[in-house]
């Protein structure tokens, strides 16, 4: 049986999924591990656990499959920051895409004459987010480690250079640091000015379908693989996560929840828009991937039911018994309103001083009506990045869902519901790094496109149009102009947190 192994280095884990050439999943592993909060904004992890749990996914694959695949493609996450040694030893934790201690840089940035510039040259928003941002924080606030790192890399490259001693990464990852031209596929002078930084101090950039076939001996051993089977570095979780849930084609968008939360359309040219600052990486040569990002997606909805219900969602079967009272309230939660920014926002407010909002609570506003405001809540937040992407000129006719949430068919019907679009479910198992395995399949196959794979859909959940004119006329507004009413005083609860904390 030939099969490729994708493996995602995600936020909260590591997950391999065997693929085989059909384009189906066969079998999955996963490795979770905890992320540290040293500090309120603060968010890193431990590189180290990171390439152990990635070690323990291959191996546990190649022994339930007990065959090696034919090859192995990576997936994952952005934005993620590591100063390394001369020797590739991590100086400090990882710094996640979450963390926030970057914010006032940001602005400063964002603020500034460079601000749009720097934005439609890299495709990245201008956030706390970005290595960009990171990079001048530890130059203002640990110049120490700043002074002493040889190299700035990503999760992605740390293990790369684990496997094969170079510090390369691909132009998926590259342009979402801030730091890549998206057009010269190259290193931007002008943000490595900002940065203060050479060129030097980065990997070499190489194309998404870039391979190598040189492991180690005692990589070899760990993992079971051949020291000559051929890794293939791959995308971007992201980008990864369109091309695994068949959402190359124009006009077809992949939205995935899980703990944060994302909507992606492909096109052959960048999307940009200021204002919201819609993304746009790189999938490969040709296409661009445009979108945004949610900071408040499974995590908010797990934040509601652990603090309010007090149970937690830990299997599927869970999100049944959670949301089935949510049938009894009609669209709209009876003008209840849930803000979902419990951990600031991303996409399209890119404002880190964002707070959650219940609006519009009444005595007969039962918990059935809270657990559905959330649910809205999310989805609301997500169709506005949507109506930023249709505003810049990209047409979504169906979205292609994947995540967690998709376990839950309420949920997808409500995200048909506010879209007013067909959704369609194109598998449960992790679409970030089944898109990896196709993007290698691909490659080491020399298929012309993606469309071998194409695998019939689970289901697609069409709108109840009644219910999308009742969000699209009534919901929507409200939720935006609430959102914008309240930034101001949220900005000012912010300062007063901060205070209290100093």
Known sequence: MKYMLGIDIGTGSTKAVAVDYNGKAIYTEQVAYPTLSTQPGY?????????????????????????????????????????????????????????????????RIKNSALGETLYKQSGTPVHAMSPLCKIIWLREHAPEIYTAASK????????????????????????ATGLFDIEKL?????????????????????????????????????????????????????????????????GIAALTIGTSGAIRVA?????????????????????????????????????????FLKKELASPSDYDDVLKDIDLVKAGSDGLIFLPYILGERAPLWNSETSGVFFGITAHHTQAYFTRAVLEGITLSLYHISQCLEESGLIIQQV??????????????????????????????????????YMAIKKLES???????????????????????VYKERIFPLFRNLTNTLLLNMSIVSDMRTSVLQ
Not at 193 to 221: D, N, Y
Not at 283 to 305: H, Q
Request: negative net charge.
């Open 43 to 107: 968010s890193e992890q431990a590189p180290e656990i990171i390439w152990q749990a990635f070690l323990k996914c291959i191996l546990r694959c190649t022994t339930a499959l007990q065959q090696s695949p034919q090859g192995v493609a990576l997936s994952s996450a952005m934005h993620s920051f590591i100063p390394v040694d001369t020797q590739g030893n991590p100086l400090m934790n990882m710094i996640t895409w979450a963390d926030n201690r970057s914010a006032s840089i940001a602005d």
């Open 152 to 175: 700035y890399i990503s999760i992605k490259e740390y293990i790369w250079f684990k496997l094969f001693g170079t510090y390369e990464v691909d132009h998926s990852i590259a342009s």
């Open 186 to 250: 190259t290193w931007s002078e002008q943000a490595l000015q900002v940065c203060e930084i050479s060129e030097s101090k980065l990997s070499t950039p190489v194309s998404t379908t870039f391979q190598r076939s040189t492991l180690t001996e005692e990589t070899s051993k760990i993992t079971g693989l051949p020291i000559d089977i051929p890794f293939i570095i791959g995308a971007s979780d992201g980008c990864c996560a369109n091309v695994g849930s068949q959402a190359v084609d124009p």
């Open 267 to 307: 096109s052959t040219r960048p999307t940009f828009n200021y204002g919201a600052m819609t993304f746009n990486y790189r999938l490969d040569e040709n296409t661009f991937i445009s979108g945004g990002p949610i900071n408040n997606g499974g995590v908010a909805l797990k934040w509601y039911m652990l603090n």
């Open 400 to 437: 292609n869902v994947s995540g967690g949430f998709v376990r839950s068919e309420r949920w997808v019907q409500l995200l048909a519901d506010i879209f007013g679009k067909p959704i369609g479910l194109t598998n449960t198992d992790d679409a970030s790094a089944i898109g990896a395995a």
């Open 447 to 469: 298929l012309p496109d993606y469309n071998s794979f194409k695998q019939d859909q689970v289901r697609v959940f069409t709108p109840d149009l009644a219910n999308h004119q």
